[in-house]
C-alpha cells in the first residue's frame, strides 16, 4: 500500500516519468476552507531552484484538485490531486534498465515486480511522489493550525557541519521556510553548501540530517508499545525516499549521557507542568508529553552520481560498470524539509483524529 494513515489517510500513485502523481486524501474534515496561496508556497520549497545543490529538472508543481472542493472548501469526501509531470528527459534511464544503480530501489523493484516495474527515474519509488506528500501535508497543517499546532523543520547537519537546534531558545522557525537553504545559522549553513558543491564538483553526492519540530502538541497523545506516537512518526518519515535512520531526541547521542543528565526534570512553568531539558524529544511510553516533538531523519546520499559505479547485467548477469545521466540533486536535504514537516504533520492529525476527541 502506498497509503498511510488510519482516520486521516494519504495515497499518493504515479510515476516519476508517468504522465501525473498525484494522491486521495481521505478524512480531511468537510467544511475547512483551504488557503491554496499557503498551499502553493509549500510545493515550491520541495521544487528545485537554479542553484548549485539542487536538479536541474524543471519541476513546477502546479496542483489540480479534481474532487472533494466546492468553491475552495472542502467537501468531506476523498479530496483528490494531480500534479502533471512536464520535464521528463526518460532517455537518460535507458541505460539502468538492465543495469540497476547502487543505493537505489532498481534492483529490489525490478525483483518484487518481476521486471514490469518503471524504472524510468526511479519509477514510483523516486522522490518525485514526495511532491503529493508536501500538498497533503499543508493540508494536514492548516487543519492542525486552529489546534494551536505548527511544524517546522530544518537541516540539522550535513557531514561535520551541524545547525543548531530547532527547539532552541530564540530561534526563529517562521523564518526558516522562506529560506532557499533552510537552516537556522545562516554561517553553518554556508559551510554546508561548501560541502555540497564540492561533491558537485567530484561528480558525487552527500546525505545528512532533517530535524523537525512539532509545537503545541498537548501531553496525553498516542499509546504504550505499538500504539506509540513516535513509532507512527517513525513509519511516516521512513516512508521518504532515501531515509535510513529516524531518531526522536536527541537520539543515539542519549547513550553518551548518565541517568541524571539524561532524564528531563520535570518543573511547573506558567502553571503547567514542563520538563527543563528535552533530551527525550516529547515523547515518553510512545504518548507525548507537552514539550516539542523532535524528530531527526537521516537522508543517504543521492544514489544517481556521475562517478562510474559497479553494478551488474540482469539479464547476463555479469559484471557491469553504470555512470548515471540525467539531472540529480547532489544534496536531498534542502527539499526535503518541507517532505519531512508534510509526512509529520499528516501523522499527527491521524492521531489527534484516532484519538477521537481532538487533542488530548
Not at 240 to 260: H, L, T
Request: neutral net charge; aromatic residues 6%.
Amino acid at each position: 500500500m502506498s497509503r498511510i494513515g488510519e482516520r486521516f489517510t494519504v495515497t499518493v500513485f504515479g510515476e516519476s516519468h508517468g504522465t501525473h502523481i498525484g494522491c486521495v486524501i481521505e478524512g480531511c474534515p468537510a467544511g475547512i476552507t483551504l488557503d491554496m496561496p499557503a498551499i502553493l508556497a509549500e510545493m515550491k520549497r520541495r521544487t528545485p531552484i537554479k542553484s548549485d545543490w539542487s536538479t536541474q529538472r524543471n519541476e513546477t508543481d502546479t496542483p489540480e484538485i479534481i474532487s472533494g472542493l466546492l468553491d475552495g472548501v472542502t467537501t468531506g469526501v476523498p479530496l483528490t490531486m494531480v500534479i502533471e509531470n512536464q520535464d521528463q528527459r526518460s532517455k537518460d534511464y535507458g541505460n539502468i534498465a538492465d543495469t540497476p544503480r547502487p543505493g537505489h530501489a532498481d534492483y529490489t523493484a525490478f525483483v518484487k515486480y518481476g521486471g514490469h516495474n518503471d524504472y524510468r527515474g526511479g519509477g514510483h519509488f523516486s522522490g518525485r511522489l514526495t511532491a503529493p506528500l508536501v500538498f497533503a501535508g499543508a493540508v494536514a497543517k492548516q487543519v492542525l493550525a486552529p489546534m494551536g499546532i505548527e511544524i517546522y523543520a530544518h537541516i540539522k547537519q550535513i557531514m561535520d557541519v551541524e545547525d543548531k537546534p530547532i527547539d532552541g531558545e530564540a530561534v526563529d522557525k517562521k523564518a526558516i521556510a522562506k529560506k532557499a537553504f533552510p537552516v537556522i545559522d545562516d554561517y553553518m549553513g554556508m559551510r554546508m553548501i561548501d560541502i555540497i558543491q564540492g561533491a558537485r564538483a567530484d561528480k558525487n553526492s552527500v546525505g545528512g540530517v532533517v530535524e523537525c519540530g512539532i509545537f503545541g502538541l498537548k501531553p496525553g497523545l498516542g499509546g504504550p508499545l505499538f500504539e506509540g506516537l513516535d513509532g507512527a512518526l517513525a513509519k511516516a518519515v521512513f516512508g521518504i525516499p532515501a531515509v535510513k535512520g529516524v531518531a526522536f531526541g536527541e537520539g543515539f547521542d542519549i547513550i553518551k549521557r548518565f541517568g541524571d543528565l539524561s532524564n528531563d526534570a520535570l518543573t511547573v512553568l506558567d502553571g503547567e507542568i514542563k520538563t527543563r531539558t528535552n533530551h527525550m524529544g516529547g515523547v515518553l511510553g510512545g504518548i507525548s508529553n507537552g514539550m516539542p516533538v523532535v524528530v531527526k531523519a537521516a537522508f543517504k546520499a543521492t544514489p544517481s552520481i556521475s562517478k562510474p559505479q559497479d553494478t551488474v547485467d540482469l539479464t547476463t548477469k555479469e559484471k557491469a560498470t553504470l555512470q548515471v545521466k540525467g539531472r540529480h540533486d547532489p544534496c536531498l536535504l534542502p527539499r526535503a524539509v518541507p517532505v519531512v514537516e508534510a509526512v509529520c504533520a499528516i501523522t499527527i492529525l491521524d492521531e489527534i483524529f484516532k484519538n477521537g476527541k481532538g487533542q488530548p
